[in-house]
């Protein structure tokens, strides 16, 4: 069975930080890209950064370039998304999602974690 289970979400204060964690299992990891997207009330999901676990690509949206950092431990099946100098925009919840290499849409993805940011 196919899961990915994200942690680390909370509420936090503008400027502080919080690591996400989006633990993979029932694929092959290294054969996956793994994205973070997140969704606002009343607003769009948008993509977040991206990690190409064959070959370690990283990718980030403007809005998160120089505050946010992802990483991936192939022998945990675990992505991480560090979260620095956090923004109360920033609040939402966050999902991670699983996409075959080689694919064009996001195949799996986990039940999300919320993140709240307080000014």
């Known amino acids: 069975e196919v899961q990915l289970v994200e942690s680390g979400g909370g509420l936090v204060q503008a400027g502080g930080s919080l690591r996400l964690s989006c633990a993979a299992s029932g694929f092959t990891f290294d054969d996956y890209a793994i994205g973070w997207f997140r969704q606002a009330p009343g607003k769009e999901r948008e993509g977040v950064s991206c990690i190409i676990n064959s070959d370690g690509s990283t990718y980030y949206a403007d809005s998160v370039k120089g505050r946010f950092t992802i990483s991936s431990d192939h022998a945990k099946n675990t992505v991480y998304l560090q979260m620095n100098s956090l923004k109360p925009e920033d609040t939402a919840v966050y999902y991670c999602?699983?996409?075959?290499?080689?694919?064009?849409?996001?195949?799996?993805w986990g039940q999300g974690t919320q993140v709240t940011v307080s000014s």
């Open positions: 999602a699983a996409q075959r290499r080689g694919g064009n849409e996001y195949n799996y």
